[in-house]
């Protein structure tokens, strides 16, 4: 059974640094392009970034732009968030998300929506607050 858990959330205070963790289980990460959304209370859901299957393209929205980075080590089956500067601002749920198959067979860039995406892990917290 196709599996995304994600990790790493907690309580930062702002300026600070988290390293999300998005484990994939029953599939293999290499083929699909992951993307990563966040939902704070009252809001909507939003896209935060995502990663072609190759790792060689990327999308920010622009309210992390210069302060979130995405990574992939396929090895491990892993994709990781890693967010610097952190602002009271990003506290939300952060999830990530894996396409299905047609999905990722079709396109060899990531997706920015999330109706891009069928799969989802359960979600982590990030709070920024002091």
């Known amino acids: 059974q196709l599996q995304l858990v994600e990790s790493g959330g907690g309580l930062v205070q702002p300026g600070g640094s988290l390293r999300l963790s998005c484990v994939a289980s029953?599939?293999?990460?290499?083929?699909?392009?992951i993307g990563w959304f966040r939902q704070a209370p009252g809001k909507e859901r939003e896209g935060v970034s995502c990663?072609?299957?190759?790792?060689?393209?990327?999308r920010y929205a622009d309210s992390v732009k210069g302060r979130f980075t995405i990574s992939r080590d396929n090895a491990k089956n892993t994709v990781y968030l890693h967010m610097n500067s952190l602002k009271p601002e990003d506290t939300a749920v952060y999830y990530c998300a894996a396409p299905n198959s047609d999905y990722a067979a079709s396109h060899a860039l990531c997706g920015a929506h999330a109706y891009d995406y069928n799969y989802w892990g359960q979600g982590t917290q990030v709070t920024v607050s002091s």
């Open positions: 029953g599939f293999t990460l290499d083929y699909y392009g």
């Open positions: 990663i072609s299957s190759s790792g060689g393209s990327t």
